[in-house]
Every structure is written in structure tokens, then in C-alpha cells.
């Protein structure tokens, strides 16, 4: 029997296999024939997860295709995964990497290259954040010595609170803003790109949370510089593991990631391909002999921080459904909230950027801006109201006890962390607060 059959027929077990197996993750958008596969769900009893990841068999075959072929290193699934990737934003280029949190630490990274001449950043320069939110955001900008000012978080959107920017500004100090969309949720990129062109910052956008949202019906993740991905498996898609940094304006950025991510290498030859510049031996580099193999030289301290090709693969099947996926977290959100409408008295919701409302059809009411969010949401927030009768750990508790997986918003206020705060006592100078970040502490407590 020929392998090219004994393939095949591995991969139609596959398929019969996972649909079996994995019921409990299709899509619930399936036909009703393939959603009845699901297991009967049973109130206090089935376990309702924080989020998680949705596939079929076509996924798990992808990942096994990719298996036997046994390339395993980034290869010909990346490549076409990145181009999908930049395809669906609209962007220059996609750069696939392990995690978010690498995409946000080549990203930062990339800044502090020498290739950017006069704009590169050094140590002791700074970068205006937000306080409440995911620790990966920031901890590249500690890692490479720059400085992170943190704005204060409004605790109805979640997000900074961009009359803040013009306080955190310190000429030939402030180089840069890297803020992420928190849960979904665009901050204010109007206010954001308008200060960042003032005052010719780079702008980091931290797209994790966010694929498919949209400001003013343009993408999240297309108005900064840069921006990152997660594909973690409780984000709008997944690899396992995974991230991408999208190049969004210069193409310039596209051979820096990919060095930072790539041990620091000058060489930007894929993985098994060899002298795609025809100058393998004529590259004269540093103080090395001229011939120096190309290979081997290195103009940045990078990183290995490549995925598997397997990754990929799962990744382009998954692409194909990300618009649904994105459809499906909307349709979600208003579920949830409609369902909680009698509950005001003792919450209060997130709203979109913009939002001064929201109505049981599923809108919103909008500020006299003219700016609109479309929030594909990454969670629901329920702020527990200081006058409820109830503790937030109590309602916490009272969800577990029912098997409703819930979580704090990342890591609250940063700066109250134990990193931080030893962090200022090492090194008072490390970061930098606007105010008292009173909204950054509502949402943390």
C-alpha cells in the first residue's frame, strides 16, 4: 500500500475520530445535526468556560496532514498563514511568532532598532500605556529598558482615558503609545492617532483581544505602526499557541521583527532555503572578514521565537471561520446582556468607546462624537456596584460553585503588582503614573 493511501486513509480516521472525540467544541452557529453531536448541557453541572477553543475535524486534520508531513519548523503552512493573516487586515505583511506576548515583546523589540535611524528608541526613553491590563503589554518595555507612563483606565470602557495624553507627554522624552484594545473594545483611536501624529510617535496597537473589531468600520490593528496577535486558545482564533505582528505602514519593519524574532540574524532567508540574495559570501558586516557567511551574522540581540508549521495549518483552517467566529462573540455578548437587562441595580457593563448606552435590540446610543466601536467582545464585564449586596469574591465564588468559569480583567491595576511595586523600590525611576489611577483601581477592586 502506498503511503499517498495510507495517508489518506489516516486522515478520514482522523476526521471520524474528532467528531467523535471533540463534540463538546464545534461551533454552535453548525447545522442542527452537527450541533446535536454536542453534549446535552445540564444547569450546574456542565461546566460553562471563560472561553475556549472552537474547532472541527477539519482543524484537527489540518494539524495532522501537517504531522505526517513532518516538516515540523515554520515552512510553506506559515508562509501561507501570514499571507492570509495580512490579507484579511489589509496590512503589509504578518509576521507569525509563539505567543502574543512574543508579538508584543518583538514588537517593543523593533523599536530599538538601529535601522530606524534618528527614531529608534534607547534606553530611558518613553512609552505612554495603561494601567489596568495584561502584564505582557508592558513588560517588553521594562525588558529593553524604556520607560512605561501609565494612563488611567475609564472603568465603563476599560480602556485609557486619552484626556490624560497630553499630562504624560514630555518632549524628547515620549517616543512612542502602545495600548491594547482591552477585551475587545477599540480605545480611542481618533484622540490616540491625532496625538501620535502631533507628536511623530510610533503607535503599538495590542490587537490581542481584538481580531476583528472595528473603529469607524475600519479594522483594529491597521491604524498604528504596528500591532500584535494572540491565538491562545480563548482568543477570536487559535493555534495552541501563537502570534503575529502585522506591519502596518512600512515594510521596513518587516525584515526587523523578523531578525528580532529570528536569533538576531541580519540573513532573511527562510527556514531550509539558502542565499535568496545571491551574496551569501560577499557580505562585509561589523568587523567581520568580508565573506562572512550571511547566515551567521547577526545585527540585532533577537530571539527564537518561531511556531510550528503544524500551528500554521490549524491556523489557516481557522481563518476561514473567523468570520463567523467574530459574528458569533457579538451575537454572544447581547445574549448575555439582554439576559441580565433586570440586573442593573446591582452591575454595571462595559460599553463600547463612544457608547453612552446600550438598548435590549442589541444597539447603542453614541456621544456627539461621530466615531462608532464595533466590539467583536473577548469577555463580558460585570462590574460588581459598590452598593450591591454582594462582594465581587462572593459573586466569583458563587459562579465557581455553579462551574461558570470567570476571571479578574488581567492583572487589575499593574502597578499594584508585587513587580512592580518592588520594582519602584529598585528602581524608582522604572515607570511613570498620570494621576492617582483611581478608574485603573475601581476595575481592580
Known amino acids: 500500500m502506498s503511503s499517498s493511501i495510507i ?46 477553543r472552537v474547532f472541527t475535524e477539519d482543524e484537527v486534520e489540518a494539524a495532522v496532514s501537517a504531522t505526517l508531513d513532518f516538516w515540523l519548523t515554520l515552512g510553506k503552512e506559515g508562509e501561507a498563514f501570514e499571507e492570509g493573516l495580512a490579507q ?47 502584564p505582557t503589554t508592558v513588560a517588553p518595555m521594562i525588558q ?34 502602545m495600548i491594547a484594545h482591552t477585551l475587545g473594545n477599540p480605545f480611542n483611536l481618533s484622540a490616540v492617532t491625532e496625538f501620535c501624529k502631533k507628536h511623530d510617535l510610533w503607535l503599538i496597537e495590542d490587537n490581542c483581544d481584538a481580531l476583528g473589531c472595528a473603529y469607524d468600520a475600519k479594522l483594529t490593528g491597521t491604524f498604528g505602526d504596528l500591532s500584535t496577535q494572540s491565538f491562545y486558545p480563548p482568543h477570536h482564533m487559535t493555534l495552541g499557541e501563537g502570534g503575529a505582528v502585522n506591519i502596518v505602514k ?8 523578523e531578525s528580532f524574532r529570528d536569533w538576531g540574524r541580519d540573513c532573511w532567508c527562510a527556514s531550509g532555503k539558502d542565499n535568496t540574495c545571491n551574496k551569501r559570501f560577499d557580505w562585509q558586516l561589523g568587523e567581520l ?19 510550528l508549521d503544524i500551528q500554521a495549518a490549524i491556523g489557516r483552517v481557522q481563518l ?19 439576559g441580565l437587562r433586570e440586573t442593573g441595580e446591582y452591575f454595571d457593563f462595559m460599553l463600547p468607546t463612544h457608547a453612552t448606552g446600550w438598548t435590549p435590540d442589541g444597539g447603542f446610543a ?28 462572593e459573586f466569583a465564588r458563587h459562579l465557581d460553585q455553579r462551574k461558570i468559569g470567570n ?17 519602584k523600590k529598585d528602581r524608582p525611576d522604572a515607570f511613570r503614573v498620570v494621576g492617582n489611577l483611581s478608574g485603573a483601581d475601581q476595575i481592580m477592586n
Open 7 to 52: 495517508k489518506t486513509e489516516i486522515l478520514r480516521l482522523t476526521r471520524e475520530f474528532s467528531r467523535q472525540a471533540h463534540a463538546a467544541n464545534r461551533p454552535g452557529y453548525e447545522g442542527q445535526e452537527l450541533a446535536s453531536r454536542r453534549p446535552r448541557f445540564v444547569p450546574g453541572q456542565t461546566v460553562v468556560p471563560y472561553a475556549g
Open 88 to 134: 484579511f487586515l489589509g496590512v503589509k505583511a504578518s509576521i507569525l511568532c509563539n505567543s502574543g506576548s512574543s508579538a508584543n515583546l518583538l514588537a517593543v523589540a523593533a523599536l530599538s532598532s538601529p535601522r530606524l535611524g534618528a527614531k529608534r528608541l534607547n534606553p530611558g526613553d518613553e512609552i505612554i500605556t495603561v494601567a489596568a491590563g495584561f
Open 144 to 177: 529593553h529598558g524604556f520607560v512605561p507612563v501609565f494612563l488611567d483606565n475609564d472603568p465603563a470602557t476599560l480602556n485609557a482615558r486619552v484626556e490624560q495624553l497630553d499630562e504624560a507627554f514630555v518632549e524628547g522624552k515620549t517616543k512612542a503609545v
Open 250 to 257: 512600512s515594510l521596513k519593519f518587516k525584515s526587523i521583527v
Open 289 to 307: 572578514p568580508k565573506g562572512y557567511d550571511h547566515k551567521f551574522i547577526y545585527s540585532h540581540f533577537g530571539f527564537n521565537l518561531k511556531p
Open 320 to 338: 476561514t471561520k473567523l468570520p463567523l467566529f467574530i459574528q458569533a462573540r457579538i451575537d454572544n455578548w447581547n445574549y448575555l446582556r439582554r
Open 366 to 393: 453614541w456621544d456627539a462624537s461621530g466615531h462608532k466601536s464595533l466590539c467583536s467582545w473577548f469577555g463580558f464585564m460585570l462590574r460588581v456596584k459598590p452598593g450591591a449586596p454582594f462582594t465581587k469574591f
Open 407 to 423: 476571571r479578574m480583567l488581567f492583572g487589575g491595576n499593574l502597578v499594584r503588582q508585587p513587580v512592580f511595586v518592588q520594582l
